[in-house]
């Protein structure tokens, strides 16, 4: 049965999740922009995990390192594994400049 209330909660919980923190520039390598687009996986999708403070896979040290890095200014590391098992890593630089989409392979 369809339950437009939890559907309306849902929906208001996603717009009232403001981002952690700016961007910067976004960037990708040309290999990462390849392997999401073999997975059907829009780059956008990533990004607001990312500046949400989802940081995917990371082992519990570098999401703790990461929600320090909030406070701190340092870089942020998110992980998360796409559809065929492979990796995409997003880095924001410490100074939020910058915030590069890529595969491990490609650091």
Request: some cysteine.
């Amino acid at each position: 049965m369809f339950n437009a209330m939890a559907l309306l909660w849902h929906t208001t919980e996603i717009i009232m999740s403001k981002p952690l923190f700016p961007l910067g520039r976004v960037t990708a390598t040309p290999g990462c922009l390849e392997l999401l687009d073999k997975n059907n996986q829009a780059p956008s999708d990533l990004l607001d995990r990312h500046v949400r403070g989802d940081w995917g896979i990371v082992d519990p040290d570098d999401a703790q390192a990461n929600n320090l890095a909030l406070e701190h200014g340092e870089r942020l590391l998110s992980s998360y594994e796409l559809l065929d098992g492979s990796k995409v890593w997003v880095i924001t630089e410490w100074d939020r400049s910058a915030t590069t989409l890529l595969r491990p392979s490609d650091y």
